[in-house]
């Protein structure tokens, strides 16, 4: 895997994915986008801005280093809401996959509780 595309995965934690939620509206100052940003501090925000901006996803306008108040945008706006679609449409997929094998558990187990207490399964057609 190249430079690049780790530097984004490693950027693209809970608090990355919402900053590029957050940013595909238009730019943003930090302040902003660490107001609109509840589960994160004002420091977790900053690392992870430089680190989009490492990826090459972020830019931040001109102007003096420190200087506050600069805005935050997207360079590729098209492709990473289309990124973003796609990661939630892969959960989507994962989280019903899970569901289906917890159900598949909580089958087997309630099965082997009615062995514990004498029930025998009936399949369905079968008489009891």
Do not use: I, K
């Not at 809970?14 to 902003?32: F, H, I, K, Q, T």
């Amino acid at each position: 895997m190249d430079g690049r595309t780790a530097q984004f995965l490693q950027a693209l934690d809970g608090v990355g994915a919402d900053l590029l939620v957050e940013l595909l509206s238009g730019p943003r100052r930090e302040s902003e986008l660490t107001a609109a940003l509840s589960r994160a501090d004002q420091s977790t925000v900053n690392r992870r801005l430089h680190a989009l901006q490492e990826a090459g996803l972020l830019s931040q306008e001109a102007g003096r280093h420190r200087a506050p108040g600069r805005e935050w945008q997207l360079n590729h706006a098209g492709e990473t809401e289309g990124l973003l679609a796609a990661l939630l449409a892969l959960m989507d997929a994962v989280a019903t996959r899970d569901h289906e094998e917890r159900a598949e558990v909580r089958a087997r187990l309630r099965l082997a509780r009615a062995r514990q207490v004498g029930l025998r399964e009936v399949r369905r057609g079968e008489s009891a």
